[in-house]
């Protein structure tokens, strides 16, 4: 496998609704085989991230819990 020659990276705290937008407009680019690192820093997580995100190219860092 080829690394990726681009990676997106999303930074985002408590905006579901802004992340869903952000993923739908990488979406061309991750088909070309960007890779997409999304850095959550809301407590657990946003609710909104995609369950399937592997599939779409997407890798999701959560904060830790204190």
Same mark, same amino acid.
Do not use: C, F, W, Y
């Given at each position: 496998?080829?690394?990726?020659?681009?990676?997106?990276?999303?930074?985002?705290?408590? =905006?579901? !609704?802004?992340?869903?937008?952000?993923?739908?407009?990488?979406? +061309?680019?991750?088909? %070309?085989?960007?890779?997409? &690192?999304?850095? =959550?820093? !809301?407590?657990?997580?946003?609710?909104?991230?995609?369950?399937? +995100?592997?599939?779409? %190219?997407?890798?999701?860092? &959560?904060?830790?819990?204190?």
């Amino acid at each position: 496998m080829k690394p990726p020659l681009l990676t997106l990276i999303t930074i985002t705290k408590d =905006d579901s !609704a802004g992340l869903a937008r952000t993923l739908a407009s990488a979406q +061309a680019l991750r088909g %070309g085989g960007a890779e997409h &690192l999304v850095v =959550d820093g !809301a407590e657990g997580g946003s609710s909104e991230k995609p369950e399937n +995100a592997g599939e779409l %190219g997407i890798q999701v860092l &959560l904060r830790s819990p204190r």
